[in-house]
């Protein structure tokens, strides 16, 4: 896990990460819908991050989803990301690390630092 995830986060994290692709090891942030990677020509985490956008454009077709990675990041995610952190070059490579701070984004963006701070409730908190 990345480090500047907190260990809370990163507990919640784990947690997402094997709902969605049904393992929590190291191979789980190579993970495309449906279990497809093995039709990729490298794995998610060699690929740069516009490449990884790029090439979801024709995922959905393909495979179905264009959900990619240990949070199964669809392409508009990805993008939208892209322009609220921008630290995130096109040339970054897909590593682990960034996809633990992708995903520690999206839980901020859910409202994480008011339900650590007891401001926001554990169910409304699942619900965003």
Known sequence: MNKTVPA???VLLDFIRETEVGRKDRASYDVIYANRQNRLKQPLTTMSFGDIVGAQKSW??????SAAGAYQF???T???LAKEIPSIEESDIFTPDLQDRLGFHLLKRRGYPAFVAGELSLIEFGKR
Do not use: D, F, N, P
């Open 74 to 76: 669809m392409r508009a």
């Open 60 to 65: 959905s077709k393909s495979h179905g989803s």
């Open 8 to 10: 809370g986060a990163a």
């Open 78 to 80: 990805l993008i939208g």
